[in-house]
Antibody, heavy 120, light 108 residues
Framework: EVQLVESGGGLIQPGGSLRLSCVAS????????MSWVRQAPGKGLEWVSV???????YYADSVRGRFSISRDNSKNTVFFQMNSLRAEDTAVYFC??????????????WGQGTLVTVSS | EIVMTQSPATLSVSPGERATLSCRAS??????LAWYQQKPGQAPRLLIY???TRATGIPPRFSGSGSGTEFTLTISSLQSEDFAVYYC??????????FGQGTKLEIK
């Protein structure tokens, strides 16, 4: 059974850092493309980052230069390092799996999300 | 960046009736279009991919159509569990992968 479990969210002051984790089971993250998608309170979905099976990474303009996606193949885990956090980064962060080997794939499995609140 | 626009923002429909949700892309996305359902406090769930293919376990009352820039999600006979927010997403030209702003389907 495919499962994604996020952790690492919490309350952090503006300018601070957090690292989110997404532990995968039932498949191998290094053979998939994995994205982080966020949802601000009461708002819609916003894609923020992806790491492809080959290791290439991309970011939304809103987080580029501040956030970094990576993975640990031995732990079958994807990480999301968030630095220089701003109030507008407050959101539930979901990790999601691309359903195919190509980047042109829908997201077929999602974690339950972890809440990041940036506030003083 | 491809902008996805959904309409209407809110749709009020009675149980047992048909619901039709629309999604428009600012440029062609071929058939690289997905629909997701999200209930309060839950993660999104993939309903439709490739514009018209139901994901695993999705009942046949959900159907998707369209290609290019105009897409439709139809729910043929609404059940109580179908009232939720629905998002379309394009994955034809990325990054970024882009979502519509959502349509809230509420009970009339």
């Amino acid at each position: 059974e495919v499962q994604l479990v996020e952790s690492g969210g919490g309350l952090i002051q503006p300018g601070g850092s957090l690292r989110l984790s997404c532990v995968a089971s039932g498949f191998t993250v290094s053979r998939s493309h994995m994205s982080w998608v966020r949802q601000a309170p009461g708002k819609g979905l916003e894609w923020v980052s992806v790491i492809y099976s080959g290791g290439i990474t991309y970011y939304a303009d809103s987080v580029r230069g501040r956030f970094s996606i990576s993975r640990d193949n031995s732990k079958n885990t994807v990480f999301f390092q968030m630095n220089s956090l701003r109030a507008e980064d407050t959101a539930v962060y979901f990790c999601a799996r691309g359903q195919g080997v190509s980047g042109s794939s829908a997201f077929d499995y999602w974690g339950q999300g972890t809440l990041v609140t940036v506030s003083s | 960046e491809i902008v996805m626009t959904q309409s209407p923002a809110t749709l009020s429909v009675s149980p047992g009736e048909r619901a039709t949700l629309s999604c428009r892309a600012s440029q062609s996305v071929s058939n690289n279009l997905a629909w997701y359902q999200q209930k309060p406090g839950q993660a999104p769930r993939l309903l439709i991919y490739g514009a018209s293919t139901r994901a695993t376990g999705i009942p046949p009352r959900f159907s998707g159509s369209g290609s290019g820039t105009e897409f439709t999600l139809t729910i043929s006979s609404l059940q109580s569990e179908d009232f939720a927010v629905y998002y379309c997403q394009q994955y034809n030209k990325w990054p970024p992968y882009t979502f519509g702003q959502g349509t809230k389907l509420e009970i009339k």
